[in-house]
């Protein structure tokens, strides 16, 4: 498989999706999300290429469908999928999401820097 750059950053998170492939419904766990896809583990197993639905339930936030994605890989029983169809009001909220956990980063980050200086300033004045 050749090198590609994820062309959307993920953001961590620890929520229950509910998949389905065909007749089939499977339950899991996504562990990130971006605004192009998913990755998660499930008990329904799923190989390159198929298209499958999603019911993601975000910490916070009216549950997600995704109406179609592809699983782009498989490693055991996570799976990355991207996005193919999603109503678009969904996909505004997924980017809000998005976009405060951008936010959320970039006050932690702020935080962290505005602390270590103070404690380099403590430091000198001992």
């Not at 062309?7 to 605004?35: A, I, Q």
């Not at 549950?63 to 490693?75: D, E, N, S």
Request: glycine share 8%; hydrophobic share 35%; with cysteine.
């Amino acid at each position: 498989m050749p090198f590609l750059i994820r062309p959307s950053r993920r953001f961590p998170v620890c929520c229950p999706v509910t998949y389905h492939w065909g007749d089939f419904e499977g339950h899991g766990t996504v562990w990130n999300v971006s605004l192009t896809g998913w990755r998660f583990s499930g008990n329904l197993p799923l190989r390159i290429g198929e298209v499958c639905s999603l019911t993601v339930n975000l910490p916070s936030e009216p549950p997600i469908y995704v109406a179609a994605g592809v699983v782009r890989w498989v490693r055991g029983e996570e799976y990355g999928v991207e996005t193919l169809v999603m109503h678009d009001e969904l996909r505004e909220d997924m980017e809000q999401y998005i976009c405060q956990r951008v936010e959320d980063k970039l006050v932690e980050i702020h935080e962290r820097r505005t602390a270590r200086m103070r404690n380099q300033e403590v430091d000198r004045d001992f």
